[in-house]
């Protein structure tokens, strides 16, 4: 069974534009989470969709956004991007949404976004 | 505020020796507390999930423990390889709160 795929694995881009990642989960999973990390916060959580729909949302601002499809490929899109949106940005995937779930969670290996 | 914090911040032993991860947190409410291995340049991979009620959870090499009194974790390896030299995260769920990570690095 293939893993968790992220597309692209490197990008470069400039302050104020735009960026797309795409990340297709494990055949059969329909819960979808992205995270941002960077060496100075760690692992956060961006949010969660299952079956196309928000469940949960961390603490980032608007320019974050995300949507679920429903083959459970997901996308995250952040706009105007800035100096500090430069991370590595991990999708994950699991069978049922995290919150009170005890599904395994089978991470991406990464998209590492550099803004300049 | 929620928080999870990780000791030590990075930690070197030699190969073949054990030593022990911990996990302290403030978050409520709680679901379960996962611990992960990553590796440079890769995505974490789960090791545990321990619920409320789990004292104690072991896959292959690593132990972890749960004390929900205390809210205190902590991650045991037994005769420590090469091959686990990475950064062990652990997350308590369902708020998400990482901890930001214990670098260990295990020396021929």
């Known amino acids: 069974k293939a893993g968790v795929t992220q597309t692209p694995r490197y990008l470069i881009k400039t302050r104020g534009q735009q960026v797309t990642l795409s990340c297709s989960p494990i055949?059969?999973?329909?819960?979808v989470s992205w995270y941002q990390q960077t060496p100075g916060q760690g692992l956060q959580f961006l949010f969660e969709?299952?079956?196309?729909?928000?469940?949960n949302k961390g603490n980032f601002p608007g320019r974050f956004s995300g949507r679920q499809f429903s083959n459970s490929r997901s996308e995250m899109n952040v706009s105007t991007l800035e100096l500090g949106d430069s991370a590595l940005y991990l999708c994950?995937?699991?069978?049922?949404?995290?919150?009170?779930?005890?599904?395994?969670?089978?991470f991406g290996p990464g998209t590492r976004l550099t803004v300049l | 505020k929620n928080q999870v914090e990780q000791s030590p911040q990075s930690l070197i032993i030699l190969e073949g020796k054990n030593c022990t991860l911990q996990?302290?947190?403030?978050?409520?409410?709680?679901?379960?507390l996962r611990w992960y291995k990553q590796d440079t340049g890769r995505g974490p991979v789960s090791l545990t999930i321990?619920?409320?009620?789990?004292n104690t959870k072991s896959n292959r090499r690593y132990t972890a423990t749960l004390d929900a009194d205390t809210k205190q974790s902590s991650l045991h390896i037994t005769a420590s390889q090469l091959s686990d030299s990475a950064s062990y995260i652990c997350?308590?769920?369902?708020?998400?709160?990482f901890g930001k990570g214990t670098m260990l690095l295990v020396s021929p």
């Open positions: 996990c302290n947190y403030t978050v409520s409410p709680f679901s379960n």
């Open positions: 969709y299952f079956s196309e729909t928000q469940r």
């Open positions: 055949s059969g999973h329909r819960s």
């Open positions: 997350v308590v769920t369902p708020d998400l709160t």
């Open positions: 994950a995937s699991s069978l049922s949404p995290l919150a009170g779930g005890h599904n395994e969670q089978f």
């Open positions: 321990m619920t409320f009620s789990e």
